[in-house]
């Protein structure tokens, strides 16, 4: 059974910092990209950020870029989510997921990737910063 737990979210000021994390079961974790999705209330999902599967490469949308920092430990199949300087808006509930980045206009966009051709996506873990 694929498993995406997501944790560590949590209610912070604004520039506040917290750390997520993501443990992979059920696939090949040394496989798949993983990345970090939000949703917040009213809007679409939309990527965050994305690791390649050797943790080699590491891609980021323009709103977190400088302040969210993706890794990976693979030993442990693990992805974290560094995230300092919170600003309201990125309040959301965040999920993992496996993911793929392309390059558009200037920018990355992190896009959910398709695992054994089905979707899977964790349990969020709720982020909320306040003002």
């Known amino acids: 059974e694929v498993q995406l737990q997501a944790s560590g979210g949590g209610l912070v000021q604004a520039g506040g910092s917290l750390r997520l994390s993501c443990v992979v079961s059920g696939f090949t974790f040394s496989d798949y990209a993983i990345g970090w999705f939000r949703q917040a209330p009213g809007k679409e999902r939309e990527g965050v950020s994305c690791?390649?599967?050797?943790?080699?490469?590491?891609y980021y949308v323009n709103s977190v870029k400088g302040r969210f920092t993706i890794s990976s430990a693979n030993a442990k199949n693990t992805v974290y989510l560094q995230m300092h300087s919170l600003k309201p808006e990125d309040t959301a509930v965040y999920y993992c997921a496996a993911c793929t980045a392309g390059f558009q206009q200037g920018a990355w966009n992190i896009r959910h990737e398709l695992v054994g051709q089905r979707a899977y996506w964790g349990k969020g873990t709720q982020v909320t910063v306040s003002s």
């Open positions: 690791i390649s599967n050797n943790g080699g490469h590491t």
